[in-house]
């Protein structure tokens, strides 16, 4: 509204001066002296309102522009994690495929896909089931080590009873000392080596795998290593605490072993 007042007032001095400038020279010069500051203001006014409005669009031009790059990063960004997690899957199928050629033919990938959120289970549930092989009482196992059991199985999946479970169980030895004893699972996420007699010199860091007796597991697969050893002052048993080679939280794939070769499709007529 200011910036209007202001354009008319000096429409109309400039109109008195256009009619005098002719007749009185120091009327012209008076009006001119009042004048120009007013165009002054009201030339600054246009101006700066002019620089808003190109500032204004030139904004929304590059917020525009930005979110269109965003997107773009976003984009690429996303096919690059997609990419780096197809890449870490094909390696562990590797390793899956290769643990699997040097152990027995009588193995059967499985992708976990439900894990119990109890706690007080640690089960999984992998794809697996009856029309593949996987059967209760089966032992699940992956490259560094002992994972579980079978303990139900459907048609086409099975759940598996974690090695840290509670309710777990596998008969294991020293592989130095060749000290004997049932590993349980523990709440910690670690395993008890339980029942190991104190004449056995058994030392913090030794391997502890399956000793094959319990009719489950096949004997030399790792269960993990001696994490602390305690000897008490009465008894014939010593504590030994086994921590697993196996990452729990982290298991994204596993090999069942079993016990005959998986049925074989039937053909469609």
Partial sequence: MGVIVLIAVSIIILSINSKRRYTSYGMGGVALTLVAPFQEIVTDAIRFSSDIWQHYFMLVKMSQENAHLNQELRQALENKNRQNEIELSNARLRDLLGFRKTVTPLLVAAEVIGKDPSPWFKTIVIDKGLQDGVDKGL?????????????????????????????????????????????????????????????????????????????????????????????????IFQEVTVTPYIDF?????????????????????
């Fill in 139 to 235: 032992p699940v196992v992956m490259p560094e080590g002992v994972v579980g059991l079978v303990t139900n199985a459907a048609h086409h999946y099975a759940t598996v009873l974690l090695l840290i479970d509670q309710n777990s169980a596998i008969d294991a030895l020293v592989q130095n000392s060749r000290a004997r004893g049932i590993i349980e699972g523990e709440p910690t996420g670690r395993c008890r080596l339980k029942y190991v007699l104190r004449k056995y010199e058994v030392k913090i860091g030794e391997v502890v795998i399956s000793s094959g007796l319990d009719g489950v597991f096949p004997k030399g697969f790792r269960v993990g290593y001696v994490s602390e050893v305690t000897k008490p002052n009465a008894g």
């Fill in 249 to 269: 939280e982290k298991l994204e794939e596993v090999l069942v072993v079993l016990d005959r070769p998986p049925k074989e499709p039937a053909s469609t007529p």
